[in-house]
């Protein structure tokens, strides 16, 4: 057993090799035991208002009452909510799965395109979305019938008179919400009142009954909906607190959640798990405004935080940072997409904290391994697989590797998803007749069990017959002090079939494409230098952070 599984012999103290399935049957049985144990402590802080958990509790109870005595939703319904980390989306999302429906997390930066696909393709018979999202909600609400729609302004749970000063601000002052007008409309403060008066019924979620349609995927073609029942989610809730859980204070923790919780790693890490905990969760609404993001911070006693590299990478470039008082922050998580290596040691040095590194995908609710959260110092690997998980490296045949030998990472466990929503052609090409998803990253495994992404297979450049992974080359230029952030990608080559392409955002103004080109020479050889240099003032990037590379090599418009 232990042959197969050698990270077993690895795992930090106290963290069991398997998680216990049947404490809870549903996230809702997770919710009502933390409401047990914590009602009176706080359970989301945003713009200066908290919410406890008693006050999440009667919230979203009123929320469940509307979706089944108002809208007489029924079991399995979909309901799709589009916000950014605000107070409505903990009580929308617990709401709609007391009431035993499906919550459909939308990305709110999507186009109407994007949008009209996923409310069709997901079936979804409501739309909860904040009023600076109208008018696209407005121009697809249009197309698609039978969506009612529950609207809110940014400022309305924050309680009298700051709900007036907040929502006046941003929409004269700011500019930031314009006109629209959805016809039959709710608001959803009028929803909590509407739902108030009915009584809500007992609803048992079953364990396999659908939690979330999580959309994935647009990287390779159209956005596919991952099925994730409660078990999935569940499942990797215990999976993640019996790691993280051996240095955790029950009740007196605070993290950051800067992530937006439409995202299934904040959805799971920073809202599921943490609520495990009777955790206080900070919501950042808009973590872009890196000097409010850094004042914001200066003012929390937080013990926690995840992120994606460019936000970590983001806060260390903002003046100011280094000033916190980071003697409560105990965990820092990076995932999403690599931490590299010269964020996380400078991430240390500033913090005191360690950045340990997960990896996950939508696919698995999301972990799949985690770094020991006791490690002195990054170690460039993704961790170890999560109680409960096995994971190994397959070749282009399906054959499984041997230690150290480079291919695709497979995953089995209980956190893998049902599969993709009415889509079983899609589900059959990443789950296997064996149960194993398979990811689409590039990775191998040491003796250890530890395992290292190398990179995404449709990412890696072939130059001359030799495979470059962009992470490498990446991690290699983003050392150079004069840089702020850097993208690679292969292209186009006469000679060499493709070329090693980057795209730098410079720190320093004085930083020269030879520059680069000459440190390169020194770090990599020669197949893996970059044959062009390109400066931009930023990089594409996807809603959490991570750098596009499909955008760049996109020809640029015009």
Known sequence: MSEQRPWLAHYPAGVPAQIDMDEFAAITDVFDAALLKYRDKPAFTNMGKTI???????????????????????????VAIMMPNCLQYPVAVFGVLRAGLTVVNTNPMYTARELKHQLIDSGATVLVVLDNFGPVAQEVLAQVPGVRAVTTGLGDMLGFPKSLIVNFVLKHVKKMVPDYDIPGAVRFRDTLTLGRMHQLPVVRNAAEDLAFLQYTGGTTGVSKGAMLTHRNLVANMQQAASWVGTNIRLGDELIVTALPLYHIFALTANCLTFMKFGAHNHLITNPRDMPGFVKELKSIPFTAITGVNTLFNGLLNTPGFADIDFSRLHLTLGGGMAVQRAVADKWKQVT????????????????????????????????????????????????????????????????????????????????DADGWLHTGDVARMDEQGYFYIVDRKKDMILVSGFNVYPNEVEDVIAMMPGVLEVAAIGVPDDKSGEAVKVFVVKKDPALTADAIKAFCRDQLTGYKQPKFVEFRDELPKSNVGKILRKELRSPTPG
């Open 52 to 78: 406890s958990y008693a006050d999440l509790d009667r919230l979203s109870r009123d929320f469940a009452g509307y979706l089944l005595g108002e809208l007489k939703l029924k079991k399995g319904d979909r």
């Open 352 to 431: 005191g904290v360690t950045l340990a590194e997960a990896y996950g995908l939508t696919e698995t609710s999301p972990a799949v391994c985690i770094n020991p959260l006791d490690l002195r110092e990054y170690n460039g690997s993704i961790g170890l697989p999560v109680p409960s998980t096995d994971v190994c490296i397959k070749d282009d045949d399906g054959n499984m590797l041997p230690t150290g030998e480079i291919g695709e990472l497979c995953v089995k466990g209980p956190q893998v998803m049902k599969g993709y929503w009415q889509r079983p052609e899609e589900t059959a090409k990443v789950i």
